[in-house]
């Protein structure tokens, strides 16, 4: 009777849930994003739509475990490893969200301005070149998790939250 409980109480204290986002160019949907939280340790990746591989390729995976983060990418041909400071220059929105998603807030630093309008807030990345602004709206059920995301660069990309699974 006691190793079934032991079992039962490790498998409790176990956390993990995928978040999935619809990527959206203007109204066409191009991708989606996967991310999943387990415990200590976070993965994301997200892949172009197969209906316009022919056109345009962009699929990455984000780790993060602790204070460590890595972000590899695929662009067209190119492949490229970041580390977490390169991420907040290149690719911000993706800790930005995920630390919202842990922590339901984000954080004021020097790489980022942030203001909470209540519903949703605006990240604006002082060292991105290409992010100008990043928009989380927070969800209805679970405002923890943005129920859409838009990011303002060289094009507008919107990511609607799909589907939430805890396992």
Known sequence: MKIPLIILLLFSFSFSKTIIYDVYLYFFKVGNV???LKDNETYA?????KGIRWLYTYDFKFIQKGNEMFLYEREKNKERIFKREDIYRKKPWLPLVIEFIKE?????????KVKDKGAFMEVFPTN???IKKIVIKK???????????????????????????ED
């Open 34 to 36: 996967k991310i999943q």
């Open 45 to 49: 990746e997200g892949k172009t739509s």
């Open 104 to 112: 339901g807030s984000i954080k004021g630093a020097n790489l980022f």
């Open 128 to 130: 991105s070149k290409r």
């Open 139 to 165: 969800g209805l059920k679970n405002r923890n998790i943005p129920g859409e995301i838009i990011i303002y660069g060289k094009v507008k990309l919107r990511l609607k939250l799909r589907d939430v699974k």
